[in-house]
């Protein structure tokens, strides 16, 4: 499976005050790294910016674009999503994981058995987190953990999970409601950055 060749490193949230400061949602492992990797696109590459950080509030990182002198000018980029080439960001350790480069791949437990598709990396404040998919809808959240997740074969395309015994329970009672069964699997591991969300997706980095 090919690694996209941009990394999403933040998305515009809304603006701070009149002089066309915009809020991003940064999916570095350090916020204000999201100017650190020279300047941004949109999805498209049509549009290109420096990325200045100003500071951050209520979670979010402040920073100035080139171009965007107003706060109409930035209020029309809220929902924009800020990408950076592959090239530009530092090459992962072995045991870290771009989020662009785990979402889209298929989860499967040891026996083959599929769990659904990553759609999203999310950090609640206690450990990365997998948002999987499956085929008939069902959405399950797995640890990102080496006990959860003990393989990442970005080269085949896939991950190995082994559910923990609480989602495990979980994924029988539903199967048990709906009248039928269940598969599991499950995975973790460290990532660094864009991704976003995909909120690459990944993203160092935690896109």
Same mark, same amino acid.
């Given at each position: 499976?090919?690694?996209?060749?941009?990394?999403?490193?933040?998305?515009?949230?809304?603006?701070?005050?009149?002089?066309?400061?915009?809020?991003?949602?940064?999916?570095?492992?350090?916020?204000?790294?999201?100017a650190a990797?020279?300047?941004?696109?949109?999805?498209?590459?049509?549009?290109?910016?420096?990325? /200045?950080?100003?500071?951050?509030?209520?979670?979010?990182?402040?920073?100035?674009?080139?171009?965007?002198?107003?706060?109409?000018?930035?209020?029309?980029?809220?929902?924009?999503?800020?990408?950076?080439?592959?090239?530009a960001l530092?090459?992962?350790?072995?045991?870290?994981?771009?989020?662009?480069?785990?979402?889209?791949?298929?989860?499967?437990?040891?026996?083959?058995?599929?769990?659904?598709?990553?759609?999203?990396?999310?950090?609640?404040?206690?450990?990365?987190?997998?948002?999987?998919?499956?085929?008939?809808?069902?959405?399950?959240?797995?640890?990102?953990?080496?006990?959860?997740?003990?393989?990442?074969?970005?080269?085949?395309?896939?991950?190995?999970?082994?559910?923990?015994?609480?989602?495990?329970?979980?994924?029988?009672?539903?199967?048990?409601?709906?009248?039928? /069964?269940?598969?599991?699997?499950?995975?973790?591991?460290?990532?660094?950055?864009?991704?976003?969300? /995909?909120?690459?997706?990944?993203?160092?980095?935690?896109?």
């Amino acid at each position: 499976m090919p690694r996209p060749e941009k990394v999403c490193l933040g998305t515009i949230v809304g603006v701070h005050g009149v002089q066309g400061v915009v809020r991003i949602k940064s999916f570095t492992a350090d916020p204000a790294d999201v100017a650190a990797y020279g300047a941004v696109s949109d999805e498209s590459g049509a549009r290109r910016f420096a990325v /200045t950080v100003l500071g951050q509030a209520r979670g979010a990182v402040l920073a100035r674009l080139s171009g965007v002198a107003d706060r109409d000018a930035a209020e029309a980029l809220r929902g924009v999503r800020l990408y950076v080439p592959r090239a530009a960001l530092p090459t992962t350790k072995e045991d870290e994981f771009y989020h662009a480069d785990l979402i889209g791949l298929p989860v499967e437990t040891k026996e083959g058995a599929p769990l659904g598709t990553v759609r999203a990396v999310h950090n609640f404040g206690a450990g990365d987190i997998l948002e999987l998919r499956g085929d008939d809808g069902h959405e399950l959240l797995l640890p990102f953990s080496d006990a959860a997740v003990p393989e990442i074969d970005l080269a085949r395309g896939r991950i190995v999970a082994i559910l923990p015994p609480s989602l495990m329970e979980d994924r029988a009672q539903a199967a048990l409601k709906a009248g039928g /069964t269940a598969a599991r699997r499950k995975r973790r591991r460290k990532q660094r950055a864009a991704a976003g969300d /995909t909120g690459a997706g990944g993203s160092g980095p935690r896109l």
